[in-house]
T-cell receptor, first 112, second 116 residues
Framework: QQQVKQSPQSLIVQKGGISIINCAYE??????FPWYQQFPGKGPALLIA?????SEKKEGRFTISFNKSAKQFSLHIMDSQPGDSATYFC???????????FGTGTQLKVEL | GAVVSQHPSWVICKSGTSVKIECRSL??????MFWYRQFPKQSLMLMAT?????????EQGVEKDKFLINHASLTLSTLTVTSAHPEDSSFYIC????????????FGPGTRLTVL
C-alpha cells in the first residue's frame, strides 16, 4: 500500500516534444506529491509538487496533472530540451513532513 | 531555493575504517533530516530519519550500530559508517525538511563512498 508505481522506466523524446511520466499510488492518505530531477552523480532536485486540492499545477515548462479518483499523477515536460535529459522520480507522503515514498525512476533522454 | 550541502562529495577508505559524512542546511533550519542510499540506476532507499536533539529512527533492515546518525543542531546531521566494508560502497544522499508555508524536502548533492 506504500508503493508508488512509476512508468515508463525509460523514455526517449525528440527535442521540442512533450515528455510524459506517470505515477500511481495506493495509499489514500498520501497528500503531497513532489517530482524530483536527478542528474548523474548529483542529488535529486525538487522540481515541482502538488497537493490533492488541485488537479493541475504548472511551473514554466513543467506541469503536474493529478487525478485523485484514479490515484494517479503525471509530469508533463513541454518543449523538451537536451538539458532535460535526467532521471525523474515521483514521490508521495502524508503531511509533507513525513518520509517520502519514491517511484522507481524514469530515465529521460531528449534527442536533437 | 533551499540549499543543502554534503561533505565530502566523495571518499575512498580502507575496509575496517569509519567514515563520517556531514549534511548541512545552509539557509534554513531543519529539525528533521533524512539519510538515503542509492545504488546505480536505482531509486533512493531511505535509511533513517534524523531528528534534532533525539535519536534517529532507522528503517527496517538498516543496522543502527553500523550507520550512526547524529543530529546535533538545527543545521547539521552526520552519518558515520563504522567499520566500513566493500558492500557499504554506495552513493549516500541526505535531505533536509524545510517547514515554511509547506513542508518540503531538499536534497544534498550526495557523497560517493568507495570502500577498498
Amino acid at each position: 500500500q506504500q508503493q508508488v508505481k512509476q512508468s515508463p522506466q525509460s523514455l526517449i523524446v525528440q527535442k521540442g516534444g512533450i515528455s510524459i511520466i506517470n505515477c500511481a499510488y495506493e495509499n489514500t492518505a498520501f497528500d503531497y506529491f513532489p517530482w524530483y530531477q536527478q542528474f548523474p552523480g548529483k542529488g535529486p532536485a525538487l522540481l515541482i509538487a502538488i497537493r490533492p486540492d488541485v488537479s493541475e499545477k504548472k511551473e514554466g515548462r513543467f506541469t503536474i496533472s493529478f487525478n485523485k479518483s484514479a490515484k494517479q499523477f503525471s509530469l508533463h515536460i513541454m518543449d523538451s530540451q537536451p538539458g532535460d535529459s535526467a532521471t525523474y522520480f515521483c514521490a508521495a507522503n502524508t503531511g509533507g513532513g513525513n518520509k517520502l515514498t519514491f517511484g522507481t525512476g524514469t530515465q529521460l533522454k531528449v534527442e536533437l | 531555493g533551499a540549499v543543502v550541502s554534503q561533505h565530502p562529495s566523495w571518499v575512498i577508505c580502507k575496509s575496517g575504517t569509519s567514515v563520517k559524512i556531514e549534511c548541512r542546511s545552509l539557509d534554513f533550519q531543519a529539525t528533521t533530516m533524512f539519510w538515503y542510499r542509492q545504488f546505480p540506476k536505482q531509486s533512493l532507499m531511505l535509511m533513517a530519519t534524523s531528528n534534532e536533539g533525539s535519536k534517529a529512527t532507522y528503517e527496517q533492515g538498516v543496522e543502527k550500530d553500523k550507520f550512526l546518525i547524529n543530529h546535533a543542531s538545527l543545521t547539521l546531521s552526520t552519518l558515520t559508517v563504522t567499520s566500513a566494508h566493500p558492500e557499504d560502497s554506495s552513493f549516500y544522499i541526505c535531505s533536509a525538511l524545510r517547514t515554511k508555508s509547506y513542508n518540503e524536502q531538499f536534497f544534498g548533492p550526495g557523497t560517493r563512498l568507495t570502500v577498498l
